[in-house]
């Protein structure tokens, strides 16, 4: 029985390990936090990442839990709505489904049969390939040997730092801050957009309320409505600091002044249990297999998260890394399988970090004054379908082998 270890549990390492226990592996995965990881932002599952959802059979239940966000208003430093579009930001097609990443994890957690070993609290230490043998030192477990080792464990991948030396992590000149807050905007089901020189706030109601699972239950106001939002901040400068007392000051520094709602975010911001800080970068290597390791998804090919794209490339090299440990293939396989695919998404990133904001003050008020315009235009359809050429192209630049027999 071939031995997988798996290193983190989030989308990559959930969807792995589903599919290589369906197939008769024998898996473990490791993860440094104590349990699965709720919360996060929304995340798209698009293109042929929706593909392969429907083949692994998620796809309807993930459905349950998407943010059913029915319009996104773009506002001023007022407050005032000054355009309305349909769906989410970000969502490409009807079809499209739009999730916390929190809740889609739990979703392909669910997802993976009995018999898989989860190690929470630990991490991999060391590696040694050894043949067709890796021996794995974990930091609290002991020494184990399996057949592959596949590095699921995001942008600060430890099994990319121990199997692929050298720095492969590129910074695109922003970040982005997350947290929940309460939802004092009367919204539901819907987001709400301020745009500003270098800055963007998001502001974003949660999951479809009617979704319930045993592990988690939407928040709900008195109403019935959403008592909570997921707020996003998109903010230009260098690697974020890792102390979360010096994350704080970074993005309030880098707020100061704001307008509409930002002042009060800030405070929200600073007492956040969840807030998560991370820069808008990407991963780049040639390839992401040495021998019997291999990475998936951001550890080997975060296209950052301007794109929308890292979940569905993560559930896509998962889906293909599984198909190629089963038939026991070079791993060589996956990376050409993959290298457009990942080739198109990183460079449809690059023009999303260079427009995530406007740059001046009068860049800001044009682009107020063409969001204004913009569902008033002629053939306005033909422009917002222009407008996601790129998107479109990147999560549909893959053509789906044979499902794992």
Known sequence: MTKVLISGASIAGNALAAELARAGCAVTVVERAPAIRPGGYAVDVRGVALEVAERMGVAAEARRWQTDTEGTSFVDADGKRIATLP?????????DIEIMKGDFSGVLHEAVPPGVEWIFGDTVAALDQRGERVVVRLERGGVREFDYVAGCDGIHSRVR??????????HLGSNTAVFTAPNEFGVERWQLIHTMPGRVISVKTDRDCQA?????VPAQSAGGGSRDVKVTLLYGGGMPPRDRAERVRSVE???AGAGWAGPRLLERLRAAPDLYVAPNAQVRLPGWTAGRVALVGDAGYAPSSLTGQGTGMALVGAYLLARHIVAGDDL???DRELHEFVEVNQRAALGAARGFAPKSEL???MMSLSIRLLPYMPGRNLMFAAMTSQARKAANALILPSAIS
Request: aromatic share 12%; net charge neutral.
């Open 363 to 365: 860049a800001a008020r």
């Open 332 to 334: 060589r396989e996956y």
């Open 212 to 216: 319930t699972q045993a592990s988690s």
């Open 253 to 255: 520094a880098a707020f």
């Open 87 to 95: 769906r989410g930001f970000g969502v490409l097609d009807p079809s």
């Open 161 to 170: 730092a121990l199997a692929f030396p050298g720095e492969h992590l590129h």
